[in-house]
């Protein structure tokens, strides 16, 4: 059917054919769009915490509201936002990148898709449903990481804390589907000549948080599982009055949410190194260092997990090991940013906006792993632990890091999904205030932290030394609102009358671009044959072997 004839098609068999669809772009496209729109919800959710923690004493929402909020903007911002968004970018280019048609599995494919999209939806109709038949309570108040004892039926009647179990749970579902799906697919579809050792970055990195979902969401799911018989049939795994355990409980869930930041942030990093080699035009400095490091972060990652909890009492032995294996971690992590600008270093760079975002996400990642680091070390952290020197901390890696890192990538890409490229004028500006609003917002917290403010609080006495600090912390909040909402205009302006993009507006030389802008439903006419790292520049420049300046 010609480009035409389907856009004069009823725009309900379009839909259809959006719901029905096994094509992984598609899927893709979904992943990243429905975790935007929880984005902005979770955004929603952390804009009212501000304004009620702008100033002393302020009611904007009642205690028990703010206590709902951080909860479903936690959740919402690990298990909706980031895990789909990086998940969705690996269903659109792996398969893209290693020279394949389409994912090994294209129905579990689907079916991982709309696990995730029911959960989330699950989740969020816990504001409605969450009273049960008690009457007591709506969205969860238990926190993203749910510690025992507050969700026991003594602390949480109704079934708020079981819409958020269940919803956590179903989604993990989906997401395990969707890795198996990935380490398939890199393993035994990839194109002629595409080596392990010829594999773009990205898919290196999809690969390894694809395998380290493996190992770290089923303890998550068995420990959701003991929390539902602990709430419905009196089993009392965590229940300490009982003979259980609720420290029990911490390892499961930091076994899975520790390496969770390391599953969201290496896509981050996969991102990166294909951006910057394309805008510095040299390849990537180090390569099999890199490789070397990604697979190294997800093997540690896996042993870090309790430096979460240095505050429990594990004991002198346990908190050394785990302070060694979180320092430890730094290496790999450190090896990648000396590639990063080691490959910039010399090079013809061009500040478009996915290079601005880049180098917007080294400086605020480096000041994430540097306080990751103070935060390795036991008797600092026993200090600061849930104080918001570790808000400060988190966000820096999953806003500062993360959040622009996968900016850097909707620009880059957007071109290569929809044809058209996005305003260079507007993207400067989401930038711009981007940068200047989350550091207003984030940098502050470090001094809030410092100064002995806790995390979860409702509200705090006019006495503590924290007013200016928390009002400088709001104030960066209508700037990273301005921002977003101009990357909305930009993106829809962009569709309607954006400027062509052409297959390969970027120069760039991964197999992605190899094909038309968007891609056709069977990605490759022919199956393209892969002889170095950089098979579009060999296509395109046969006459030059070494490749882009160097």
Request: net charge neutral; proline share 6%.
């Amino acid at each position: 059917m010609s480009p035409e004839a389907a856009a004069r098609r009823p725009w309900l068999e379009h839909a259809h054919d959006w719901v029905v669809t096994v094509d992984h772009k598609r899927l893709g496209i979904m992943y990243v769009v429905s975790g935007l729109v929880f984005f902005v919800v979770a955004g929603i959710e952390a804009t009212l915490m501000r304004l009620q923690l702008a100033w002393p004493g302020l009611h904007i929402v009642p205690p028990e509201t703010f206590n709902r909020l951080f909860t479903m903007h936690g959740t919402s911002m690990v298990f909706l936002v980031g895990i789909p968004i990086v998940f969705g970018f690996g269903n659109y280019l792996v398969p893209l990148m290693i020279g394949a048609r389409d994912l090994a599995f294209p129905r579990l494919n689907a079916f991982g898709f709309w696990m995730f999209l029911f959960a989330g939806l699950l989740l969020h109709w816990s504001f409605i449903g969450g009273e049960g038949l008690s009457g007591s309570g709506s969205a969860p108040a238990v926190g993203w990481f749910a510690y025992a004892p507050l969700t026991s039926r003594a602390f949480t009647p109704g079934n708020a804390t079981d819409y958020w179990n269940l919803a956590v749970f179903i989604a993990g579902v989906g997401t395990i589907g969707t890795a198996i799906n990935i380490v398939a697919t890199t393993l035994t579809m990839r194109g002629p000549g595409m080596t392990l050792g010829r594999m773009p970055i990205f898919v290196w990195t999809m690969v390894t948080v694809s395998a380290m979902t493996l190992f770290i969401l089923p303890p998550l799911s068995a420990a959701q599982i003991m929390l539902l018989l602990d709430r419905f049939l009196g089993a009392h795994f965590f229940d300490t009055q009982a003979g259980g355990s609720a420290v029990m409980w911490q390892h499961f869930f930091w076994f899975f949410g520790h390496p969770e930041v390391y599953v969201l942030m290496l896509p981050g990093f996969g991102f990166v190194s294909e951006i910057i080699p394309v805008f510095s035009r040299k390849v990537i400095f180090g390569y099999a260092t890199l490789v070397a490091a990604t697979v190294s972060i997800g093997g540690v990652a896996l042993s870090t997990w309790a430096h979460h909890m240095f505050v429990v009492g594990m004991g002198t032995g346990l908190n050394a090991v785990f302070a060694l294996s979180t320092m430890l971690i730094a290496v790999p992590t450190g090896i990648k940013i000396f590639n990063w600008l080691a490959t910039m270093y010399g090079g013809r760079i061009r500040f478009r906006t996915p290079m601005l975002f880049c180098c917007a996400f080294l400086f605020q990642f480096l000041c994430a792993g540097l306080t990751g680091v103070m935060l390795s070390v036991a008797p600092f952290d026993w200090q600061l632990s849930d104080s918001y020197f570790v808000v400060a901390h988190f966000h820096f890696v999953l806003i500062g890091g993360l959040l622009f890192a996968i900016f850097a990538a909707i620009y880059y890409w957007f071109p290569k999904v929809t044809g058209r490229m996005l305003s260079e004028r507007l993207g400067r500006w989401h930038f711009w205030l981007l940068v200047v609003g989350f550091n207003l917002t984030f940098l502050t917290m470090h001094g809030q932290g410092v100064l002995g403010m806790p995390r979860r609080i409702y509200t705090y006495p006019a006495d503590r030394g924290w007013e200016m600090w928390n009002l400088v912390t709001t104030l960066g909040v209508p700037l990273q609102i301005v921002a977003v909402l101009i990357f909305a205009v930009n993106v829809a302006v962009s569709l309607r009358r954006g400027e062509r993009a052409g297959d390969d507006p970027w120069d760039a030389w991964t197999l992605e671009w190899a094909t038309s802008s968007p891609p056709p439903e069977y990605n490759f006419e022919t199956i393209p044959v892969t002889t170095s790292r950089r098979p579009l520049w060999d296509m395109k420049h046969p006459d030059d072997p070494d490749g882009p300046h160097e």
